[in-house]
């Protein structure tokens, strides 16, 4: 019996928490006059109102989210990543088609997509293979009938090579810089590597010649017979430029002398393999030693302690993979992608392929590992930044600002309220005027004078706190009338009387015993409040006048996403963020609405 | 009655200096050198001693060199008599830069103001009437919807259904570019531009407002004349139009004019997003362009209106309730 009636309890208490209103129970007569506090009533009439309650839940959970998130997703501000712009949302970029998985010829990594060919020559495309509006390398493809049986593939940033049985080579995707024309030359040449680069596709030819074309602009290649054009043994691409590995292995730079990876090092002895990330190289010397130079980031230049002999090396855009004999695979450099976490459990590898963000791993059994960047959840924006890592931290940045500058706004009310109202005489008249004042000023336009005209010369750190001040300095005057308000009704009541006839100070009377009476209208205006303010704060940086870019905010993410192109064809760039603010503010809003009509149950009559 | 509009007045040209002092201090503190953005242009053209000539006269033509409250003198009577300032951008004078854009905002916030009250006056007084009933919660939801959600986002969200999903309206500006027909046929092709703009600030206002009315007429439907007219027996149609709702029309008569007033600041996003040639957007390339002039101007016409919304905000509580004007 007793155990019945505790289960029946534990429910209430559950139902209580997450609203739903309890039954009728019949009550001891004396339980129902049993007196209840005003908070606890305020509590209880609180969790009653479902769409108040269900406000404050997803609020909270959108405040811890966007509170923890960053320390998971941190943002470099500086970031640029020209490869990745505009992605779309999806996390495919390494779900690998499935009749290729278990018959790899051969995988190369372009930008966003790569491209596969399997055993029989059947070529596979996967990832992101829409570039552009136009281009889809998925689509762009030759039919399969037409390239018959592949043997190579490359993908490069906007375009993808292909080369058959018979020698025939086949280019397809953007054809902007003239990288998919190939040049009549080398139709009759007989090729034995294929690399498809930034807008530019190369060729080495059986014979230990280059050949190239695409944006010579942007790629400054010149090839002479001086650098050994004629004895290539292997080419490879940088982000604009191409290093190759003559016959008698010496490493050489076919790019202007500008340069970060022309400064080869001495030294290298004789060279068996080269790798080139976007912006560095990677040189095998016959002893086993791996030297790296070039515009190194993180701790590229140090190759990893390996044993046995190295297979095959892999560049991706800022990090290197390599195979020893021994079947153990190694990466270096970058991780913010987390391209270099080789999977623990990866042993017995046959053959590596690498690229941009991602590295396929095919091991002995045949199994098909991958690992590094699966993609963006919610895709990337024009500069290639993950717009999921720019909400979050966005996010916190939004909801801090308009956090500090509700508490600004609310001490300066109450101080401001509890003095005009409780002393009266000429302090309230000077109160009073000085808070017309301020209310008379409009409130975005001076916002949004205040940040051009004095936030101009400060520094980031220093604005963001301006915006903090502004916005609690401009937004105090209603919550000072409603706490004066309040006061002026508070203080002719007795207990009022009775604190002045004991002798305690006037300030003490005001902040201690009348302020605690009137503190619910203050928590319901500082909440109303709290959504205004993440709503002026997110309009000035949506004009560009509150925080700037590149410090993301929900505000400022929208800004440069209204034009057509941009809300048609990449709208996760502000279909995201808008419906966080929206959400946000929203659920805000009806925690302020529900507090009102808690605390005050006349209110909901209106 | 004439004494409490008489002391308002007087107090509102008191504000009006206080808050142009703060402006006009803050505008002077503005980093960069006026006069030598005015004859930037002609250095190195001319001789070297010629040049600084050049700035001293514009530095003396601009008085930069008095003391501040010379300056603001000379300025508020220069305001006064109706000189506004040099506009850098335009490079004319702000008066005669900002006729045509006032013209539009007023245009557009009169429209948008009409067709918001079309709507929000009968759907608050049908959620009064059947308050709590289920129509009405789902209104009340939407309405925490409407004025939660930013109108830039309610913008972007029009934008694509409207412009770029059903190709209704155009995305931005105000005109068809190089439109030659005049009267009926440009007014037309105004108002096709204008239409998204309209639609967004309608919807954007439509939260609170219905918000509004629906409180006023509920403090309404609750007072005794009401239950007077039922005792009678009068037709519920003649109870709510005639005893209740000319009753919460005063109230809502005072909230319109505050709110008229309030969409004057809010039309600067809206005027930015879809490049309507208004003060708005003249405010924001101001303040952008450093056209110090004419985001003054402008300024100080905000604050003009904010104070005479104010004003007749308060006279008109006077009218509706004489109880306000014997406590002032």
């Known amino acids: 019996m007793s155990k019945n009636t505790e289960k029946k309890h534990s429910f209430s208490l559950f139902k209580r928490l997450f ?125 399969q009938k037409e390239m018959g049986n592949v043997v190579a593939v490359s993908a490069g940033f906007d375009h993808a090579m ?62 002479t017979k001086k650098k050994g054009n004629g004895h290539i043994a292997k080419i490879a691409v940088c982000n604009n430029t191409l290093m190759a590995l003559t016959e008698n292995g010496e490493v050489v730079h076919m790019g202007s002398s500008g340069m970060d990876v022309d400064k080869i090092p001495e030294g290298l002895g004789k060279v068996t393999d080269i790798a080139t990330t976007s912006n560095a190289c990677a040189a095998l010397s016959e002893d086993g030693t791996i030297t790296v130079w070039g515009q190194a980031t993180g701790d590229i230049r140090i190759a990893p302690e390996y044993e046995g002999n190295v297979v095959s090396m892999y560049g991706g855009r800022f990090h290197f993979t390599m195979l020893t004999d021994t079947g153990k695979v190694y990466a270096w450099g970058d991780n913010s992608k987390k391209q270099i976490e080789v999977p623990e459990s990866l042993k017995d590898v046959e053959r590596i392929y690498g690229g941009t963000y991602q590295n396929y791993a095919l091991t002995k059994s045949g199994k098909l590992v991958s690992w590094g960047l699966k993609g963006y959840l919610m895709g990337t924006d024009d500069l290639g930044r993950d717009v999921f890592a720019r909400l979050l931290n966005g996010g916190r940045m939004t909801m801090t600002i308009g956090a500090i500058s ?72 209603s919550l000072a009338r409603l706490v004066r308000a309040q006061v002026l009704a508070e203080r002719e009541k007795e207990f009022v009387t009775a604190a002045t006839a004991m002798g305690v100070k006037r300030s003490a009377i005001v902040f201690k015993h009348i302020i605690p009476n009137v503190i619910s209208v203050i928590i319901v205006s500082a909440t109303l409040d709290f959504a205004s303010c993440m709503l002026t704060e997110s309009s000035l940086s949506y004009l560009g006048f509150g925080v700037k870019l590149p410090r993301p905010t929900w505000g400022n993410m929208l800004n440069g996403c209204v034009n057509s192109v941009v809300i048609q064809n990449y709208w996760w760039r502000w279909v995201f963020p808008a419906i966080m603010l929206s959400i946000c503010v929203i659920c805000i809003n009806m925690v302020g609405d529900g507090l009102r009509d808690a605390i005050d149950p006349k209110s909901n009559e209106r | 009655m004439l004494k409490y509009i008489a002391k308002r007045l007087v107090y509102m040209v008191g504000v009006f200096f206080v808050v142009s002092v703060i402006m006009f201090v803050l505008f002077n503190n503005v980093p960069g050198d006026r006069a030598l953005n005015q004859v930037q242009n002609m250095r190195g053209k001319v001789s070297n001693e010629r040049f600084q000539e050049m700035y001293q006269q514009a530095r003396d033509k601009l008085g930069l060199d008095d003391p501040i409250p010379v300056r603001y003198v000379k300025w508020m009577g220069n305001l006064l008599r109706g000189d506004l300032g040099y506009s850098t951008i335009y490079k004319k004078d702000v008066k005669e830069v900002i006729a045509e854009p006032l013209r539009n905002t007023i245009l557009i916030n009169i429209i948008a103001t009409v067709l918001a009250l079309a709507i929000t006056i009968p759907l608050g007084i049908f959620c009064a009437v059947k308050k709590f009933s289920k129509f009405d919660n789902a209104v009340q939801v939407f309405t925490i919807v409407g004025y939660s959600v930013p109108i830039y986002i309610i913008a972007l969200v029009f934008i694509y259904l409207f412009s770029v999903k059903l190709g209704i309206f155009p995305i931005s500006g105000m005109n068809t570019p190089n439109f030659q027909g005049t009267g009926f046929a440009f007014l037309v092709d105004r108002l096709y531009y204008l239409g998204l703009p309209l639609l967004v600030m309608t919807v954007a206002s439509l939260g609170g407002m219905t918000r509004y009315v629906r409180a006023a007429m509920i403090d309404a439907l609750r007072m005794d004349y009401v239950r007077t007219a039922r005792a009678k027996g009068l037709k519920e149609k003649v109870v709510i139009y ?45 303040l952008l362009g450093q056209d110090y002039d004419i985001a003054l101007a402008i300024q100080m016409l905000y604050c003009v209106i904010t104070l005479i919304s104010n004003l007749v905000t308060d006279l008109s509580y006077g009218i509706v309730d004489p109880r306000v004007r014997i406590n002032k």
């Open chain 1, 19 to 143: 609203g739903g209103k309890s039954k009728n129970e019949e009550k001891d007569v004396l339980m129902e006059e049993a007196l209840q506090s005003p908070l606890r009533t305020i509590i209880k009439n609180f969790v009653a109102n479902k769409l108040a309650m269900g406000g404050l839940i997803i609020f909270l959970v959108m405040f811890a989210i966007v509170l923890i998130g960053p320390v998971f997703y941190p943002i470099t501000l500086s970031e640029k990543e020209e490869t990745q712009t505009n992605i779309a949302p999806g996390m495919g970029m390494m779900k690998v088609p499935e009749g290729l998985a278990g018959n790899v010829r051969e995988i190369s990594v372009g930008s966003t997509f790569s491209v596969g060919v399997d055993n029989n020559g059947k070529v596979y495309v996967w990832g992101q293979p829409k570039i552009s509006q136009k281009i889809d390398i998925a689509k762009d493809m030759p039919s």
């Open chain 2, 242 to 286: 005639s005893h209740a709702w000319r009753n919460a029309l005063l109230s809502v008569i005072t909230l319109i004019i505050g709110w008229f007033m309030s969409i004057f600041m809010g039309s600067i996003i809206v005027e930015q997003v879809f490049q309507i040639n208004g003060i708005g957007l003249m405010y924001y390339k101001g």
């Open chain 1, 406 to 477: 509700v508490i600004i706004s609310t001490v300066i009310g109450v101080i401001i309220g509890g003095i005009s109202g409780f002393f009266g005489g000429w302090i309230d008249i000077v109160l009073q005027r000085i808070t017309e004042i301020v209310s008379s000023l409009p409130f975005l336009p001076m916002a949004m004078i205040l940040t051009s005209i004095i936030g101009n010369s400060l520094s980031e750190n220093a604005r963001i706190a301006l915006i903090m001040v502004i916005l609690g300095v401009l937004s105090w005057t």
């Open chain 1, 162 to 223: 292909a080369l058959n049985d018979e020698g025939e080579l086949f280019c397809w995707g953007s054809d902007r810089l003239g990288q998919v024309k190939i040049p009549g030359e080398v139709k009759r040449k007989k090729i034995v590597q294929i690399e498809a680069g930034y807008q530019m596709s190369y060729i080495l030819t059986t014979g230990g010649e280059i050949f190239y074309w695409g944006n010579e602009n942007l790629n400054d290649v010149r090839v």
